[in-house]
C-alpha cells in the first residue's frame, strides 16, 4: 500500500511540473481559388511565368486570401513572392521549375546562418506573412544543377565528363567545377556575401554567381503550412523558415542530389 501511494504521489508531482506547451495555431483559407492561367500563365516549358504567378498570388491576398492553383503542367518561373493568407496548391502533375537566368534574381539583403548576408533572392520566399501555406501533390524545382559547385571526387568519371562538356570553368586544380567565372571568383574569398559598409554594389555584382539562394525562406512568418509537395534540386538548402511561428510540416519530400553541395532539406 506503501509503494502503491508512493508511486501515485510521484506521478502527481510530476503531473503537476510538466510543461504545458502552447497549442499550435493551423492555417485556414477561403474558398475562393484563382487559377494561375487567369493572370495569364502558360505551362509550354518557355514562357517565363513569374509575373502570371506573383500577380496571381497578390490579387488573392488583396481580396482577404484563398487559394492559388498550379495545375498540371511544366511552369517555368522566376522568384515568387508568398503574402499572406494565401495557399499556393499544386494539382498533381505540376511541376513549377525555377529558371536557371540568374538574372532573373536580384541581390537582396537577406542572412545566411544567422548572419546578414547578400544573396540572390530565393525561389520562395515571405517576409512577416501571416497564414500561408505551400500544398498539393507536385513538384517544385530549383534548379540548382546550375548553381552550384561540383567536386571532382563526387561524381562518376563520366559525370564528371558530362559536367565539363555543359560549360563552366574548373579550379586551378581541376578538381572543383564552378558554373561561371563570378561563382569560381566567390569561392575565392572569405565569406564574400557579408555585408559591410566598404562592400559596394559593384563588389557583390561582381560574386553574385556564387551567393547561391536557398529554395525557400520564410522569415518571421506566422501560421505556415507546407504539405504534401516534393522540394527539390535547391540551389543550397532546401527549407529555410527562420523564427516563423506555428509551422507546420507534413509529408512534405525535401530531396537533392546526394552530391549536392549545401544540400541540406530542412
Known amino acids: 500500500m506503501k509503494k502503491l501511494l508512493t508511486i501515485l504521489l510521484a506521478i502527481g508531482f510530476f503531473a503537476a511540473h510538466a510543461q504545458k506547451y502552447p497549442v499550435v495555431q493551423k492555417t485556414l483559407f477561403r474558398k475562393d481559388t484563382l487559377l494561375i492561367t487567369k493572370f495569364g500563365a502558360k505551362a509550354d516549358g518557355l514562357t517565363l511565368n513569374t ?23 511544366l511552369w517555368v518561373t522566376g522568384p515568387l513572392v508568398l503574402k499572406s493568407n494565401v495557399n499556393l496548391h499544386l494539382q498533381k502533375g505540376a511541376l513549377l521549375q525555377f529558371t536557371d537566368d540568374f538574372n532573373q534574381y536580384p541581390l537582396v539583403a537577406t542572412n545566411w546562418e544567422g548572419l546578414p548576408q547578400m544573396r540572390n533572392q530565393s525561389p520562395l520566399s515571405a517576409n512577416n506573412a501571416t497564414n500561408i501555406a505551400i500544398t498539393g501533390f507536385g513538384i517544385i524545382d530549383g534548379n ?48 564574400p556575401g557579408e555585408i559591410k559598409p566598404e562592400k559596394t554594389k559593384e563588389f557583390y555584382e561582381s560574386v553574385k554567381d556564387f551567393l547561391r539562394p536557398n529554395l525557400l525562406v520564410f522569415t518571421n512568418c506566422k501560421k505556415v503550412l507546407l504539405e504534401g509537395v516534393t522540394f527539390q534540386n535547391s540551389p543550397a538548402w532546401c527549407l529555410h523558415p527562420l523564427m516563423c511561428e506555428d509551422l507546420t510540416v507534413r509529408n512534405v519530400y525535401a530531396k537533392n542530389p546526394w552530391y549536392a553541395q549545401n544540400g541540406d532539406g530542412i
Open 144 to 191: 540548382g544543377d546550375a548553381w552550384r559547385m561540383v567536386k571532382k571526387d563526387k561524381l562518376t568519371e563520366t559525370q564528371w565528363k558530362k559536367l565539363m562538356a555543359s560549360g563552366g570553368v574548373l579550379s586551378e586544380d581541376k578538381k572543383t567545377w564552378y558554373p561561371s567565372e563570378k561563382s569560381k571568383l566567390g569561392s575565392t574569398m572569405k565569406n
Open 51 to 73: 509575373k502570371s504567378i506573383n500577380d496571381a498570388i497578390t490579387a488573392s491576398s488583396k481580396k482577404g486570401g484563398g487559394v492559388v492553383v498550379v495545375p498540371a503542367g
